[in-house]
């Protein structure tokens, strides 16, 4: 399964893959590739996304069903999704809306392997935080069983952690503690700027920095 450009000479600008529905009703046999097809000279620009479920409609995977994904940049479930990865895949960000504990009897959202690692990790909530004292959120209902080798994971490669509240507002974290029992705890950090905040700094500055070569 193929998200990228397979003509020859093309380009796409970003991947979108998504699945909602019954996992019962859909058969992966091979990969879920965000990338190109073959070598058919194409590029492929952009962040490519997979995503599980939608704000709409989840995504329940089929019993025993696992997939493998490669060349995706962002993984991004939905609070009434449940998906496992079969392979040890690394990517930029993975992104879960977090739901209900138990789902089809299933006590986690996202199942994946030891070996799996991703740079960020952020947390949909639908509660706020507050900055001034610690906040824990327990893994164990979004990894299951796999909720302390995450947790070790995320040490181990220094994985970072922000969360999204009640306000739709994402904020880094600090003060970090991992617990044995797959709970993590942090204190609120700083407000992540929207990417439109970005391109208006960014295009502050290229002004800021146009005029000063002018008056030179």
């Known amino acids: 399964m193929y998200g990228g450009y397979s003509g020859?000479?093309?380009s796409a600008n970003g991947t979108n893959i998504t699945l909602i529905g019954d996992g019962n009703n859909i058969n992966i046999a091979g990969v879920i590739s965000g990338g190109n097809r073959g070598t058919d000279d194409c590029s492929l620009l952009g962040t490519k996304t997979l995503n599980i479920g939608t704000s709409e409609q989840g995504f329940v995977a089929a019993d025993s069903q696992a997939f493998t994904i490669q060349d995706i940049d962002?993984?991004?479930?939905?609070k009434d999704s449940q998906v496992a990865f079969a392979n040890d895949f690394s990517i930029d960000k993975l992104i879960i809306?977090?739901?209900e504990a138990a789902m089809s009897g299933n006590q986690f959202q996202v199942s994946i392997t030891d070996g799996a690692t991703f740079n960020t990790l952020t947390l949909v909530s639908s509660t706020d935080f507050s900055s001034d004292e610690s906040n824990t959120l327990d893994l164990n209902s979004v990894f299951g069983d796999n909720a302390s080798y995450v947790l070790a994971s995320m040490q181990e490669h220094n994985t970072n952690l922000t969360v999204v509240d009640s306000s739709n507002q994402e904020w880094t974290t600090k003060n970090l503690s991992y617990g044995d029992d797959g709970t993590v705890s942090f204190n609120l950090g700083s407000q992540?700027?929207?990417p439109s905040v970005y391109a208006a700094v960014f295009g502050a500055l290229a002004l800021a920095f146009a005029l000063?070569?002018?008056r030179k």
């Open 97 to 99: 809306e977090l739901g």
């Open 8 to 10: 020859e000479g093309g």
């Open 192 to 194: 992540v700027p929207e």
């Open 74 to 78: 962002v993984v991004k479930v939905s």
């Open 212 to 214: 000063s070569r002018k």
